[in-house]
């Protein structure tokens, strides 16, 4: 691909208006056009940038396009709006300067496009990140809102700017954009209610209409047909081009972005509708009775529907239409308005609410993209104000227009032209005057504080008495008159008297871009800029946030009786604050100009061209540029920036600027006649030099940039190479260390193993050895013992060889003799009798003596255990042993008395009273007393019976009385016989003759037979006639009663009642016991 570096490579025409040969009116424009033609729109005047409408979509605003002009040389590429914005943009950067892009030319020329294509460059070439394309995204976006309120189509253009707009893009140190401020001027707001032919009302009323939903529409009570309302021309509804419902879908998108939210939009719409809906109101007379007519609304329903819309009381907005009220110094007074004058009113409001509605919808979309940092900002503002109007019938809003323009045109002589010559005699160059138009006297005529005509203005709306337009216009004759850029029939100047081109009700003002002619018709009226305060107070009251804020005058609390400054003096107050901030700004113009009226591409009408050169003054700009000299600039910076190109000035100069500056062209043999040295800057003619000094620098920056890497890359490798260095030393002494640390353990470990086998092989050659010394020693002691006992035994055996044996022998026995008895001593069982533990014996031989020792030793304890025995206590084991002697082994009743003590009294016969004859009657001492049972005969039935055992006889008594019933000395019995069986029977068996015999013997029954019969033994035994009574066990034997033998005889049977013993006779002869088995 060419590359190209310079705008003169490949020109068609000539690029830059300063290098046109030869110079005149109509080679300028020739230049224009050839370079139109070949769509070459933009053409400069030195820095200035000539843009032709082109009324056809060029492909040079590609991002291709913006990269190629990015960071380029304003003269380097042929001329482009981004080459201007490049170079604002870079200046702001770089130098710190804040700009001011000002576009400029009528209407139509196309300078809000030129506006959006700067702020689009700007926004592709500055920072990226989240947070920038956000801002730089709302700022982008706010243009299609503003366009869709504030645009509309004009005979002229059919997206005409009708306010101006003024934008502050704020930057950060980095060039990033944080914000914006946008200003707006004057909104043309007439064209709300009426629209010239062939023009339309604001967009945004047709893009609602044919965008929005039907239910949005619904909402808003509105009807998709625009012939349906009043304040929309009908002839020209559609543009051509234009789709007012995807643009609608645009603006929604726009203002969602910029940040609107959903019931704000809501609200905003409301108020479109309810405008549309306003200028629906029709109104009637109504005559009254004091023959004046007073006006009512025709058809309620868009009233109704108006008032819905908007929260407002029906009845309030009405009267208000019918009626006005003055207060003055606290008066109020009510008159009635008539249809006129409420048609009036209505449009008032409706221009009022849409223009309200616009300068908050600035303020809201200002909030959202104002910057949010409060840190320096470095701004670049985008002038894009309303071109230069003249059309057939021009009013107020053309006036006030075309004096804005006239301001611009002033800023651009100001900057451009005057400040230019002034300069170079300021710095003292050498300097053949140019002629040039100033404007500053049109723009003296229109604001002066004194005689201007906005002063006169406003000077006749705050008149008292009658102020039409007509009695301004007469002020204007008297006043103006003598002015020669002011014209009017009534002048005292005789030469427009009979001009028929100006009428009577007009005046003409010579503006810098030409004559036009003003109707003075709705002057006062538009500068009054009134609306009824009933109007605003009804406003007030609606039930909408929105509605309210616009109208605070309308608060009843906040009554300001003050007239409202004029609109005129607003705008001329706001158009002065605007060029003051465009004076403290870096100016870089955009000149607009409009190839034809058709609005169509490829036509280019030369004296609609030729006519726009001259008002803006592009030849005196071309003639000043080539007169002078294309670029100057202090000598420090001019220094300091170029100061690399010449080896003195390299890296510091000594002495003043100046002669750096000096030393460094002739260094650079720089032809002389290309610069001139002013007072405080250098002036270079040619901007062909200023390249050569640019592409030096840059080449130079190349080079210095080359030397800095190099040093910067030396450096950095260097300390990179030394801290690799002083990390390798660490690195190798680390690792040293730890290699040596882990050979050394390595080594210690092994050192460690040869040790321990070392020491472990030497520990067990000492034991061998020492095991080996006590082997020797100990078979040294054994050979000597044995050796010693040899001598000794052969030494001694001659003398007890004979009896050693018998010796050795009784000692040993001894010895084991007495290991036994003490042993014995230690295992003695206890001194219990009935212990019959006693331990084995160790030795064989003494198993005779150990048995021996055991019955000595028992026998002993025995006769131990019976020395502790008292006397009675001795009689009663007597007693029990000669019961064991009788009965062990013979009776089975025996076991069970063994346990029994022998108490011998059972019935207590010394204590029981019952018994006391009884006992009295037995002369000795009772040694037995129990209650026996006397065994009838007859049936073998028991009768109790006391029995008594004296020492010297028995007795047997009634168990009741105590009497005796038999008493039987001891010596006359001489058996007992009982059973072997487990029962009480006892039969006594008297020795026949015996005198107690007579009855017979007799057949007792006991439990306690044992102890009787033990103790009647016993007795028998003890008494002193030594009388033996025998003892005969059998299972049958014979008892004598009285004649009768009668043969007892025991049984083991099992009686009914198998627990006791039972008796029967079984005849005569044969009583039989039955005995329960045991
Ligand atoms: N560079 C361009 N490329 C293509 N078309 C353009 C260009 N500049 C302007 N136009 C066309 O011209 C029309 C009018 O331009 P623009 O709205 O910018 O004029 P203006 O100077 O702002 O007018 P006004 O003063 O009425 O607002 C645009 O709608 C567009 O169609
Ligand atoms: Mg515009």
């Known amino acids: 691909m060419e590359v190209k570096t310079s705008l003169l490579d490949n020109m068609i025409g000539v690029g830059d208006m300063v290098l046109l040969e030869p110079l005149s009116e109509e080679s300028f424009i020739e230049n224009l056009k050839k370079r139109f033609d070949h769509n070459e729109i933009y053409t400069y005047i030195g820095s200035v940038v000539i843009s032709m409408n082109p009324y056809k979509s060029l492909s040079i605003y590609s991002a291709e396009k913006v990269e190629e002009y990015r960071n380029r040389n304003f003269y380097e590429l042929s001329p482009h709006i981004y080459a201007l914005a490049d170079e604002a943009y870079r200046s702001l950067r770089h130098q710190d300067k804040d700009q001011c892009i000002l576009i400029t030319g009528e209407s139509g020329a196309g300078k809000t496009e030129a506006s959006k294509f700067v702020m689009s460059y700007v926004a592709a070439v500055c920072g990226k990140g ?154 009637k007379p109504e005559s009254r009775v004091n023959g004046f007519d007073e006006s009512r609304v025709k058809d309620k329903n868009d009233l109704k529907e108006m008032c819905e819309l908007l929260g407002i009381e029906q009845s309030v907005l009405e009267r208000a239409f019918s009626f006005r009220t003055v207060e003055a110094k606290m008066e109020k007074v009510s008159t009635t308005l008539n249809v006129a004058q409420a048609y009036y009113a209505r449009d008032a409001l409706a221009k009022n609410l849409y223009s309200r509605l616009f300068t908050w919808l600035v303020n809201r979309i200002n909030e959202s993209i104002k910057a949010q940092t409060k840190t320096r900002k470095k701004v670049m503002g985008v002038l894009d104000i309303y071109g230069f109007e003249i059309f057939e019938d021009n009013s107020f809003e053309q006036f006030i227009i075309n004096y804005c323009n006239e301001k611009l045109q002033q800023i651009f002589i100001e900057l451009t032209l005057r400040e230019e010559q002034e300069e170079y005699i300021r710095e003292g160059i050498e300097w053949t005057n140019i002629e040039y ?106 039930n909408h946030n929105l509605i309210k804020l616009l109208f605070p005058e ?316 008292t006397e009675e206590k001795k009689a009663t084991y007597e007693e029990k042993l000669a019961a064991s002697e009788l009965f062990k082994d013979k009776k089975a009743l025996y076991p069970s008395s063994v346990s029994q003590p022998f108490k011998g009294d059972y019935v207590e016969i010394t204590k029981n009273p019952k018994y006391q004859k009884l006992n009295s009657l037995v002369e000795d001492k009772v040694l037995l007393a129990d209650v026996v049972s006397k065994i009838n005969r007859a049936n073998g039935k028991g009768t109790p019976r006391i029995f008594l055992l004296t020492k010297k006889c028995l007795v047997l008594a009634d168990q009741k009385t105590g009497q005796v019933k038999a008493s039987v000395p001891l010596p006359d019995l001489s058996s007992v016989f009982v059973s072997t069986q487990n029962d009480g029977f006892f039969a006594l068996k008297l020795r026949e003759g015996a005198t107690s015999a007579a009855k017979g013997d007799y057949l007792l029954s006991s439990d306690r037979l044992i102890e009787i019969i033990t103790k009647l033994y016993c007795t028998g035994a003890a008494s002193a006639e030594r009388n033996q009574i025998k003892i005969d066990i059998s299972d049958e ?21 198998s627990n006791s013993v039972s008796c029967k006779r079984k005849n005569n002869r044969l009583l039989e016991v039955s005995v329960p088995s045991p």
């Open 1037 to 1057: 034997f014979l008892v004598q009663f009285k004649q009768d033998k009668v043969c007892v005889k025991f049984i083991q049977g099992t009686p009914k009642n």
């Open 437 to 542: 138009f100033n404007n500053a006297i049109i723009c003296d005529l229109i604001e002066n504080n004194k005689n201007g005509i906005l002063a006169m203005l406003d000077e006749e709306c705050l008149r008292p008495g009658t102020v039409t337009d007509e009695t301004f216009l007469d002020k204007l004759n008297t006043v103006c008159a003598e002015h020669q850029h002011f014209e009017s029939r009534l002048s005292k100047n005789s030469k427009f008297l009979t001009d028929h081109s100006l009428p009577h009700n007009c005046f003409r003002i010579q503006h810098y871009a030409g004559k036009v002619l003003y109707r003075v018709e709705g002057f006062v009226d538009k500068n009054n800029d009134l609306l009824y305060r009933d109007l605003s107070q009804a406003m007030y009251k609606a």
């Open 130 to 283: 989240q947070e920038v394309n956000k801002v730089k995204e709302q700022l982008l976006q706010s243009n299609p809102v503003l366009e869709a309120f504030g645009n509309a189509k004009t005979v002229r253009n059919d997206n005409s700017s009708r306010f101006g707009k003024y934008m502050d893009i704020e930057f950060d140190f980095k060039g990033d954009p944080l914000g914006g401020v946008i200003s707006n001027y004057l909104l043309e707001k007439s064209r709300v209610v009426k629209q010239p032919r062939g023009e339309r009302n604001f967009h945004i009323f047709y893009q609602l209409l044919s965008g929005a939903s039907d239910d949005m529409l619904k909402k808003l009570k509105l009807d998709r047909d625009f012939s349906k309302y009043n304040y929309l021309s009908l002839d020209s509804a559609t543009v051509n081009g234009l789709d007012d419902a995807a643009s609608f879908r645009t603006v929604r998108n726009a203002m969602q972005i910029v940040g609107f939210m959903e019931d704000e939009v809501q609200s905003i719409l409301e108020l479109i509708a309810a405008v549309l809906k306003l200028g629906n109101i029709e109104f």
């Open 554 to 869: 309308g608060n009843p609390a906040k009554v300001n009786l003050k007239r409202p400054p004029t609109a005129g003096f607003q705008f001329r107050a706001s158009v002065g604050t605007l060029m003051k901030n465009l004076l403290t700004k870096n100016p870089n113009y955009i000149r607009c100009i409009k190839p034809n009226d058709k609005k169509a591409a490829h036509i280019f009408t030369d004296s609609l061209v030729c006519h726009q050169v001259r008002y803006l003054g592009l030849m005196e700009n071309v003639r000043v540029r080539r007169a002078g000299y294309a670029f100057r600039q202090a000598y420090e910076p001019c220094l300091e920036r170029y100061k690399m190109l010449c080896k003195q000035t390299w890296p510091h100069w000594k002495g003043p600027a100046r002669e750096g500056v000096e030393v460094l062209l002739s260094d650079l043999q720089v032809p002389a006649e290309e610069f001139a040295y002013g007072r405080s800057k250098i002036f270079i003619r040619n901007p062909r030099t200023l390249f050569f000094l640019e592409e030096k620098r840059r080449q130079c920056l190349e080079d210095l940039a080359a030397l800095i890497q190099k040093i910067y890359r030396g450096w950095k490798c260097r300390t990179h190479f030394l801290l690799l260095k002083k990390s390798q030393v660490v690195v190798a002494a680390w690792y040293r260390r730890f290699a040596q640390q882990k050979k050394y353990q390595k080594i210690r470990c092994s050192a460690l193993v040869v040790q321990s086998f070392i020491r472990g092989w030497k520990a067990r050659k000492l034991l061998r050895e020492l095991k080996h010394k006590k082997r020797c020693e100990e078979a040294v002691t054994t050979i000597s013992a044995y050796w010693h006992g040899t001598q000794v035994r052969r030494e001694y055996r001659k003398f007890f060889r004979a009896n050693a044996g018998k010796k050795i022998y009784d000692f040993t026995i001894q010895r084991i003799i007495q290991k036994y008895y003490l042993g014995l001593k230690k295992t003695m069982p206890s001194m219990s009798p009935i212990d019959k533990s006693w331990s084995t014996c160790p030795y064989g031989f003494l198993d005779g003596t150990h048995q021996e020792l055991r019955r000595i030793f028992h026998l002993w304890r025995c006769k131990k255990y019976r020395s502790q025995f």
